[in-house]
């Protein structure tokens, strides 16, 4: 095929617009429409029911629950709750697919019409308007065994597990995102990333995207100015990390600017993201001829949330992400450049619960944007992976404040924290790190210091201050740095003084 | 002794409850009768003897040491091929589920095993309910007792024909368009289709989700009282149920066989008489009416405009929803697997070449015509519209029941054909259910009570012909009132039960 364009080259003459479709797995204890218990790793078919199975016979019932948190997901993306919406079938036959239809919502979605104003790395904000969100269940888990790379094509045979087969699923749909230019990548990973964020808040997912709970498909076409119609679009299938989401949008911003400049078109299809190769490939062509022939669910009544209901939910939404930063940034004083660091970084849930664990928010900042980030880089590991925990850096930094220790030891009671000694006074006690305070063993290490430098104490009646420091130098080598430099240079004074 | 196999559910209960006679003695009567003449019928797909036998003997135990048990414990009882039954071979008639054995029971079905009742067997019907004659089983046709040449009515022709040969005392049906009902007119006996909702749809196969109800089929008007009371109510596992609990059937059945219907408006529905009704039909019909008058009743013409288009209707939201709801026989999960014949073996190729083989013409002919029906561009014109002559119909009823206590019809416009008479003609034979499919579009209960014989025009000996009743949802009581005064009238002037003149089998 034709050469990519070079990314910059072609953001500064297409204008590409998005649309982005992320399926979150509600983390209900049992599936969309049967009691089979919902857990992650089971063996294979072992979390079924008639129901999930689509076997002869069986019924589907609503999971309360998950309309539940479907409604908390449109509220917290400011979306309208439906009085009353269907569930509809869609049908088409695929091994994964029970019954051979896929229960979804059609044209009665339970929210739509919201938006979420989404932040990037900069600082600059974008809003992202919601089409819709509607409920739906995922399919069972195909494995193709035999062939190459456990595709379909070439596969000796093909496994199904209908454990998640039933899954409920809330669907995201955006409008068109229009007016990003060259940062349609970045709005497109912040978009993603803030729902993320925003299904752990609520509480209705653990949202984890290694193991698939949030998919994302990503729609994108160019045009070549704003005003311009609409172009082609591709919608590229199951973008499982934010990075990928990124990479993805560049490589089709890319790939189809590349084609128009060539005066072909783009062609609407769906295409598969490798994630190894950082390409998108074609997959099935949309047209006409796909045709879900949807109808309303006979097995189902309309689900109509009651507006009292859909208020009590709404009064008990938890704090969200963007509010919740700006409370923190707010009580914590930090710049905007710093707290975009920190969240940047991915310390600010790391420094919230050291704040709570009793450090200032400025000492926590330090520790974790500091040393252990530090940390973090050379041992080329996520923050939140270092082997200590906010509640051990708040405990650091109590024996820090109450001067049991000082910065320069309380380095050493982290090396012995991340090398599994214990909590940091553990470490203190054991490697006997503690700052000396009893005066009498200064004193004795002060007068041995005095004697060893005698003009010092000339000097010093002399009104030079100057060379105490030598003497505090002298009396921290003898106590090993286990001496509170402030209290040594207090005797130092007094002794002299008197 | 007395021919158990000739007794009500209701004198059977009885009998069973003085001790005058053991659950096995009774179970074992019916499965001698079946031995004897289902060959001739063949009402049934899969006989249970052992299972039922095994129930009957418990039952009998737990009788002798003075538990209290449900009032039909130890009566026996056959079950539809379309409802799913643990450990029971459950077809719904077709090749595509020979060999399936279900993992779990429908509602229905564990209602009647937690009252003890030993099942049967299960009965014969046109695959996947989609007849009106039984003759699109896969397995073979029934046979009418009343004429062994003759259809027994369908889907349910099996259950039905099971009470006319006196092989079950109870059985179960299900009516999307008139399975229970139409069954029931042509063999003479009783079947009910309920509220839509009133009784669970868990563990039916479904055919069409928004019409279909399982129902009693018996051979009196009291024992379908006794089994609706046991196999309705809320179904926490189906969510079209009616939470609401059900009306007093047995008390009305009860009051009605008193025969006093004074102060019960009857209205007799214009759109479903004179053109197509055989003339014997018509003519039962009519003497009906003249004993609903004599028991007190008020008996008024009304007139449900609509009703002219519920077949078309009813043949487009059926095979829309069917399409559908079979796309889950694909020789993936169970059932029959075909490989295809060469070529590779894909799952595509495989589910095609499965439902190739494993579906009857009548069903394709379906799952195609709801395909078409639902698909893009032709939806409004089809469904849609489907949908809105429904509404109409509904507000027919609505109309009609501001007038009236129940609406009254011939079940079946004709007496039963013969085998095979229609079977070349598919609107022929969906005209059978002309009187019956308003009902099922609206939601509201029905009955069919055998009302006399008349001559086939082809000729032969005459047939049984039954009255409908409707009333509105969720009042199913006024059914088994009006019901058991009809059959009670009607007994009184044959001096015993329709099904005595029915010919000697075997």
Not at chain 1, 111 to 138: N, S
Not at chain 1, 239 to 252: G, L, P, Q, T
Not at chain 1, 316 to 333: S, V, Y
Request: contains cysteine.
């Amino acid at each position: 095929m034709t050469q990519l364009v070079d990314y910059a080259d072609a953001v500064r003459r297409f204008d590409p617009v998005l649309g982005i479709e992320v399926h979150v797995e509600l983390g209900t204890r049992t599936k969309m429409f049967c009691p089979a218990e919902v857990e992650f790793g089971g063996d294979p078919n072992t979390q079924t029911t008639p129901v999930s199975l689509g076997l002869p016979g069986a019924l589907p019932v609503v999971n309360g629950t998950a309309v539940e948190y479907a409604i908390r997901i449109g509220l917290a993306l400011n979306c309208q709750i439906a009085e009353s919406c269907r569930f509809a079938r869609k049908n088409y036959f695929y091994p994964d697919v029970p019954k051979n239809f896929q229960t979804s919502q059609y044209d009665e979605p339970i929210a739509f019409d919201g938006w979420l104003d989404v932040e990037l790395e900069d600082g600059t904000v974008h809003r992202v308007e919601i089409e819709r969100a509607h409920m739906e269940e995922d399919a069972g888990k195909n494995t193709h065994v035999g062939g190459a790379a456990g595709r379909i094509h070439g596969a000796d045979y093909s496994l199904v597990d209908y454990n998640r087969a039933g899954i409920p699923l809330v669907e995201i749909v955006t409008k068109p995102i229009t007016g990003v230019g060259d940062r349609a990548p970045e709005v497109a990973r912040a978009y993603v990333q803030a729902l993320r964020d925003i299904f752990r808040a609520l509480d209705v997912s653990e949202a984890r995207m290694e193991r698939g709970n949030v998919r994302a498909d990503v729609n994108l076409s160019l045009r070549a100015t704003p005003d311009a119609p609409l172009g082609t679009r591709t919608e590229t299938k199951n973008v499982n990390s934010f990075r990928s989401v990124e990479r993805a949008v560049r490589y089709e911003v890319s790939r189809q600017a590349a084609i128009l400049d060539a005066g072909d078109t783009v062609v609407q299809e769906t295409r598969h993201w490798h994630e190894d190769t950082g390409i998108t490939t074609s997959g099935r062509v949309k047209s006409d001829a796909e045709d879900y022939r949807y109808f309303p669910e006979p097995d189902l009544v309309p689900v109509e949330p009651s507006r009292e209901w859909v208020e009590e939910i709404r009064a008990g939404l938890p704090e969200l992400p963007q509010a919740h930063r700006r409370r923190l940034q707010d009580e914590w004083g930090y710049a905007d450049a710093e707290m975009r660091d920190v969240v940047n970084a991915g310390a600010l849930d790391l420094i919230e619960a050291t704040v709570a664990a009793g450090s200032s928010p400025a000492a926590a900042r330090k520790w974790w944007m500091g040393e252990l980030a530090r940390r973090a880089k050379q041992d080329e590991v996520e923050l939140a992976d270092l082997a200590i925990t906010p509640a051990q850096i708040g405990e650091l930094q109590g024996l820090v404040d109450s001067g049991r220790i000082n910065d320069k030891i309380a380095r050493q009671v982290l090396d012995g924290v991340l090398a599994g000694e214990g909590d940091p006074e553990q470490v203190v006690v054991d490697r006997g790190l503690e700052i000396v305070s009893d005066d009498g063993a200064l004193l004795s290490a002060i007068d041995e210091a005095l004697a060893a430098q005698p003009d010092v104490v000339e000097k010093v009646r002399g009104g030079n201050q100057g060379p105490v420091g030598a003497i505090i130098g002298a009396v921290m080598k003898t106590t090993k740095g286990q001496a509170d430099a402030k209290r040594v240079r207090e005797l130092i004074l007094e002794r002299i003084g008197s | 002794m007395t021919d158990l196999t000739r007794l009500s559910a209701a004198d059977l209960a009885q009998k069973l409850r003085r001790r005058e006679v053991t659950s096995v003695e009774v179970t074992q009567a019916f499965l001698d009768r079946i031995a004897a003449v289902d060959g001739a019928v063949h009402a049934y797909l899969h006989v249970n003897a052992e299972e039922a036998l095994a129930t009957a003997r418990d039952v009998d135990a737990r009788r002798e040491v003075g538990e209290e048990l449900h009032p039909l414990a130890g009566v026996p009882i056959a079950v539809k091929d379309v409802v799913v039954t643990r450990g029971m071979p459950s077809t719904a008639g077709s090749k595509i589920l020979e060999g399936w054995v279900p993992p779990y029971d429908a509602t229905l079905v564990e209602k009647i095993r937690d009252a003890r009742m030993p099942i049967l067997g299960k009965t014969n019907m046109d695959e996947f309910a989609m007849g009106s004659s039984t003759e699109h089983s896969a397995y073979g046709n029934t046979h009418n007792p009343w004429d062994l040449e003759r259809i027994p009515g369908g889907s349910g022709g099996g259950s039905a024909a099971a009470l006319a040969s006196f092989t079950a005392p109870l059985a179960i049906g299900t009516d999307t368009g008139g399975s229970i009902r139409q069954p029931g007119a042509v063999t003479g006996t009783v079947g009910v289709k309920p509220t839509y909702g009133s009784v669970s749809r868990y563990g039916l196969i479904a055919l069409a989700s928004s019409l279909d109800q399982a129902g009693p089929v018996t051979r009196t008007v009291m024992d379908s009282a006794l089994l609706h009371e046991l196999i309705g109510g809320h179904d926490p596992r189906d969510s079209t149920s009616i939470p609401e609990p059900l009306p007093a059937l047995v008390e009305a059945a009860a009051q009605g066989a008193g025969g006093d219907l004074s102060g019960v408006r009857v209205g007799v529905v214009s759109q479903l008489q004179g053109e197509g009704y055989q003339e014997g039909v018509q003519a039962r019909f009519t003497e009906s009416l003249e004993l609903l008058r004599r028991a007190g009743a008020e008996v008024v013409q009304v007139s449900c405009p609509h009703f002219e288009y519920a077949l078309a209707a009813y043949y487009l939201i059926l095979p829309a929803e069917a399409s559908s709801n079979l796309a889950k026989f694909d020789g993936m999960r169970f059932g029959l697997r075909v490989e295809p014949e060469d070529g590779p073996v894909t799952a595509e190729r495989v589910m095609a070449a499965t439902r190739g083989a494993g579906f009857g013409d009548e069903v394709k002919r379906r799952i195609i015509l709801g395909t078409y029906a639902l698909s893009a561009g032709y939806y409004d014109a089809y469904y849609g519209s489907a949908q809105k002559v429904r509404t109409l119909i509904q507000q027919d009823f609505d109309a009609a029941f501001e007038q009236v206590d129940v609406l009254v019809s011939p079940t079946a416009p004709t007496t039963a054909f013969k085998l095979g008479e229609k079977l070349d003609d598919p609107l022929a034979m969906y005209l059978n259910d002309v009187a019956t499919i308003p009902a099922n579009l609206a939601g509201i209960p029905g009955i069919s009570v055998p009302n006399g014989l008349a001559e086939p025009t082809d000729g032969g000996a005459a047939m049984p012909t039954g009255f409908q009743v409707l009333a509105p949802a969720k009042a199913d009581d006024r059914l088994y009132r009006v019901g058991a005064a009809l059959e009670a009238a009607l007994e009184k002037s044959w001096g015993g039960p329709l099904l005595d003149r029915a010919p000697e089998l075997g």
